[in-house]
Every structure is written in structure tokens, then in C-alpha cells.
């Protein structure tokens, strides 16, 4: 979710020009995710849960800074070279506008109940762009990373290439795959201040559009407001399960690796016996 309102131009096209190498701290939080991984599939690490969890935390980050690059990025080549001096070319979450809601929030909300919160937050000078598709398309991008991420996830899956692969890294992809969809659902709700009513908003009119800006503070929380609601929340995963399942997912497997995720509650040893 990147928050793509204008702002003041507090940097002069002469010096948009900013660093684009890869952060360390992109590249730290990858290597926590490559080992920890090869952890999970090679069983080196003593704790499962613990190697699952730190896996699957490190690869929602990587998918929350390569999110919000798909939108500096795709802003970049659509008129706004700002992007590029606020250091959003680097991976570097500490670059984002909020660290609360770019990495603690989504972070947090995987850990209690294993749903992916759309993060991040760039901004992105919108008076710059010229034209309704550049606007939408950058909107976009950002979910569309994350089906891109879910489809990676799934993809030994849906490519029946499961041979081989260890269970517990099968259960982890699961999990983290029903992160990427449900981030990517979340993100394409027509809701002001999500990525689904940034994509549509260049279509409306300056009235619609003046009268609910104010809304867009209050659009996530609406939203999760809902999602409290029992027969709204079963229909929402309904929705995440059914794309899995298309995807070769099956409940039981995400589940699972929700399980192993959240190693340090007692389980009944279901998951870990399969």
C-alpha cells in the first residue's frame, strides 16, 4: 500500500538524483531470509517453528520493500524522478514515510493472526505525472508484486514439483503465499487510501475526488473494522482459500504453516506428525 498523495517539491528536478544501490538493510533482512530458509528445507536448525517463523518474517519484508519499489519505480518512469533522491530506489525500508505502518503493523499482524497487511508508505509528487493511466498504473504495481510474489511461492505447486521438497518448507511457502494473496486482495479493495482506489481514482471526477480524500486516513481501519465481523471475515478468507486452491494450495497446507509459524502456542503436534 503506498500512500501516493502530492506534496510539496521539496527537491529541484536538478537534484532528483539520488543513490539507487541496494541498501544494506534490504540486503540484511535477504540474507536472513536465504539462510533461514535453507535452514527450514535442510532441518539444520534445532526449532523448526523458530527457523519457519524467521523465514516467512524476513520474506514478508523483502515483499513489503520490493511493493513499495514497484511503485517509486513505476512512478520514476512516469514523470516523478523525486522518488529517486527520497531513497525509495534502494529496498531500504527505513526509507518509507512511516516505519509504524511500512514494516511494525504488517509485521505484527502476521505474527497474531497470519493476515497480510498492506505496508509501506512512499509518497509520490502526483502534480508531476501527466496522464490517467500513468496514474492508475502506478497504483497498481504495487499489488500486482504481490501476486507476482504469491505466484513464485506457489509456483512447485501449481507445477507439480513438490517431489523432493521438505515438508516444513512446503508448509512455509503455504503460509507465506496466503500472506501474498490476502495483501493483494486487501490492496485491490476499492477503498480510499488502498491501492485498488488509487487505480480508479484518476477516472473520477475533481468532485468525487475532493469529497472523499478526507476518507483516505480512514479507509484501512474500515476496512479491518469489517473484517471483525464473522460472516465478513469467512467470506474474505473463502476468498484467499479459493485462489490458493486455484493455485494448487490446499487449505490444510497453509494452515499448517501457520502453525509451525506461530511455534510458541500449544498445538495438538497435528501438523508437525504430517
Known sequence: MGFQGSQNRSHPRSHDR?????????????????????????????????????????????????????HARTALHSGDL??????YLTLNPLKYT????????????????????????????????????????????????????????????????LDGVPIPFRFALGFLALLQVSAAILNFLPVPGLDGYGIIEPWLSHRIRREVAPLAPFGLLAVFALLWIPEINAYFFDAVYGVLSALGVS?????????????????NGFCQAS
Open 251 to 267: 487449505e490444510l497446507e497453509a494452515y499448517c504453516g501457520r502453525d509451525l509459524y506461530q511455534f510458541w502456542q500449544d498445538t
Open 82 to 87: 523525486s522518488v529517486d533522491a527520497k531513497g
Open 98 to 161: 512511516h516505519a509504524l505502518l511500512s514494516i511494525i503493523l504488517p509485521v505484527l499482524f502476521v505474527i497474531m493472526g497470519g493476515l497480510g497487511l498492506p505496508g509501506g508508505a512512499v509518497y509520490i509528487e502526483r502534480d508531476r505525472i501527466e496522464g490517467r493511466w500513468r496514474h492508475s498504473l502506478i497504483s497498481a504495481a504495487g499489488p500486482l508484486t504481490n501476486v507476482a510474489f504469491a505466484a513464485v511461492c506457489t509456483a512447485p505447486f501449481w507445477m507439480n514439483a
Open 18 to 70: 539520488g543513490d539507487r544501490r541496494i541498501s544494506p538493510v534490504f540486503i540484511g533482512i535477504f540474507a536472513v531470509m536465504a539462510v533461514t530458509g535453507w535452514a527450514v528445507w535442510t532441518g539444520y536448525s534445532t526449532s523448526t517453528g523458530l527457523a519457519v517463523f524467521l523465514f516467512v518474517t524476513a520474506a514478508w519484508i523483502v515483499s513489503l520493500c520490493l511493493h513499495e519499489y514497484a
